[in-house]
């Protein structure tokens, strides 16, 4: 699914060769600061690299229309972004930034299950605690059914056990959508519970495991 | 016009000592405002001496050349001004931006009212086209002012939201879309709060001037309200014109935000 050869981000990253498997959980681990958040920047064509060549499906990047790309290819930052409004609000939000039909109140009720969030549509979402509004985000961009998601440390914020059962239900339905997961986290439980491919980054370098 | 009352020597100096005054009560009170109160009203003296001066010279030998050289210098001047007066960084490409649409807002407003509206002949008579450039001009600046400062600030202090609304595939216009009508609002905000209050709170200074040297206040407010129809349109033009090209030199042609 994606392919990086050569790629530099500044004195940040310096990745030879990485290649990201389409339809499968592959998990990102290393250190704080070593460069996680930047690769999924890089990916999601926020920033562009300063050298090499990043491929998504074979086509080159950089000759992809950004905005295109991330409708597809949806990122969730590492800090929980919530806009001023509602919690349905913040649900839709995603959807109308990417221009893709709304979706009914059922499946709204369908994904807020499975983050196990249970409030009240019309609440406040700047009230929301920060574990509550970490799922929030994530709900949000479930809902928006990209083939990719890149997913910067989704549970950080969540006891383990929550975390274990909505990293399941999650996994469970990105595989049921022929979806690709890309994802950072701490846990190396997570990762080796469920990913199909795993990779270390130290200090701006790809540790293959 | 024999009954306007030409002030006197002694008169203007009476004005400064009411200042000299408020100057002492400043210094006791400690606030640390003397510097500016006293460098202000330096520099309006000046200024308004030099420009009666120039305004007597530019009256009595009317010239299109006169008239557009003056506009071309408070353009300049308001621009200037803005740079000066928004207390936060601008890059050069958002300089150019200010500057285009002040300049073209301004000037298609001040065109409109001057050859549509008061269709004036000859269409740069000085003693109407300066003074009416003047307040479109201090008006739009003073708005745009406000609505730089909104718009760089907001970006910077939102730019995690807005990073976030590109990752979710949002052009570079709705995830801006917030701070840019923000920024539009409170550019716009002050001029509307003047019109409310307008007659009422305050007599608006060129009313003011008029009526002082003689004019009938029917044919006063009459020209009032042509000028503030006026601001009002030049404040909103430059200020949509600044608000939808600034905040794109915020992106670049990945649409991704640079800051
Ligand atoms: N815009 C930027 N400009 C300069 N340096 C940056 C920028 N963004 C990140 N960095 C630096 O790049 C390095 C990697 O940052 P990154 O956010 O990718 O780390 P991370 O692996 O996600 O860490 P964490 O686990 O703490 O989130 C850090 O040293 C950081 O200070
Ligand atoms: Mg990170």
Known sequence: MFRLEGVKYKNILDIDKLYIPKNKITCILGKSGSGKTTLLKLLNKLISCTQGEIYYNDRLLKKMDSIELRRNVVMLPQVPAIFPGTVKDNLLIGLKFSEKQLVSDKKIFEILNMVHLNKDLTESAENLSGGEKQRLALARVILMEPEVFLLDEPSSALDEDTEQIIIEKLVRYTKKMNQTLIMVTHSKKIAKTFADNIFEIRKGKVINQ | ?259
């Not at chain 2, 030099?50 to 305004?55: A, D, Q, R, S």
């Not at chain 2, 009526?211 to 404040?235: D, F, R």
């Open chain 2, 1 to 259: 016009m024999d009954n306007v009352i030409d002030l006197q020597i002694w008169q203007m100096a009476a004005a400064y000592i009411f200042v000299v005054v408020l100057l002492f009560i400043v210094r006791i009170k400690g606030i640390p405002r003397e510097k500016e109160i006293l460098i202000s009203t330096l520099r309006m003296t000046l200024q308004l001496i030099l420009t009666g001066y120039i305004l007597v010279y530019i009256f009595n030998n009317s010239h299109p050349l006169y008239t557009i050289l003056v506009i071309g210098i408070m353009e300049v001047f308001a621009v200037y001004n803005i740079f000066k007066r928004v207390k936060v960084k601008l890059t050069q490409k958002i300089k150019e931006v200010i500057a285009f649409s002040m300049v073209t807002g301004t000037i298609l407003s001040l065109f409109y009212f001057i050859l549509v509206v008061i269709n004036l002949s000859p269409w740069y008579e000085p003693r109407y086209f300066i003074p009416i450039a003047g307040m479109i001009i201090g008006n739009s600046m003073t708005g745009i002012s406000l609505g730089v400062k909104k718009l760089v600030d907001g970006i910077n202090e939102q730019k995690h939201l807005i990073e976030a609304a590109l990752m979710l595939g949002a052009t570079p216009k709705m995830a801006a879309k917030p701070i840019v009508d923000n920024a539009f609002d409170s550019a716009i905000l002050p001029t509307i709060n003047s019109m409310v209050g307008m007659g009422i709170v305050f007599l608006p200074g060129m009313m003011t001037g008029q009526v002082l040297s003689g004019v009938s206040p029917v044919i006063a407010i009459k020209y009032q309200i042509v000028i503030m129809l006026g601001v009002l349109g030049s404040v909103a033009l430059t200020v949509i014109l600044f608000v939808q090209l600034g905040y794109k030199t915020f992106f670049n042609e990945e649409h991704q935000l640079h800051i």
